[in-house]
C-alpha cells in the first residue's frame, strides 16, 4: 500500500550532473531513514547515500564529495543530486525507504522500481 516512485534518470556526459526523486505515497506514518542504491550490470547492489530521519548522511566513499542526499518531509521525497558523474557511476539507482504505514502500523522496508544512470566518457 506503499510506493516508492523515482525518477530524474538519463544519460549524461562525463562531468555533468543529475537530480534524482524518489516520492513516497500511500498510507504513510512516518519516514525513517532513505538511501538510495545503485547495481551495475555483473556487480552487486551497492549502497550510495544513506539519510536518517534527523537528517544525518552517510556516503559511499566513491561518491563522497560528488553526491549529496537530501530529503524533503513534507513531500515524502528524497533527492540524490549527482555531479562530477564518472562512467563507473552508470546503474540502475534505486530508492530505499523506512516506512510506517497506517495500515500496517509499524516499519517496512520499501524499494523504488529503479531509474537507470548512464554516463558517457
Known amino acids: 500500500q506503499v510506493q516508492l516512485v523515482e525518477s530524474g534518470g538519463g544519460l549524461v556526459q562525463a562531468g555533468g550532473s543529475l537530480r534524482l526523486s524518489c516520492a513516497a505515497s500511500?498510507?504513510?506514518?512516518?519516514?525513517?531513514?532513505m538511501g538510495w542504491y545503485r547495481q551495475a550490470p555483473g556487480k552487486q547492489r551497492e549502497l550510495v547515500a544513506t539519510?536518517?530521519?534527523?537528517?544525518?548522511?552517510d556516503y559511499a566513499d566513491s561518491v563522497k564529495g560528488r553526491f549529496t542526499i537530501s530529503r524533503d518531509n513534507a513531500k515524502n521525497t528524497v533527492y540524490l543530486q549527482m555531479n562530477s558523474l564518472k562512467p563507473e557511476d552508470t546503474a540502475v539507482y534505486y530508492c530505499?525507504?523506512?516506512?510506517?504505514?497506517?495500515?500496517?502500523?509499524?516499519?517496512?522496508?520499501?524499494w523504488g522500481q529503479g531509474t537507470q544512470v548512464t554516463v558517457s566518457s
Open positions: 530505499n525507504a523506512g516506512i510506517i504505514s497506517r495500515y500496517l502500523g509499524y516499519e517496512s522496508n520499501y
Open positions: 500511500g498510507r504513510i506514518f512516518s519516514i525513517n531513514a
Open positions: 539519510i536518517t530521519s534527523g537528517r544525518r548522511t
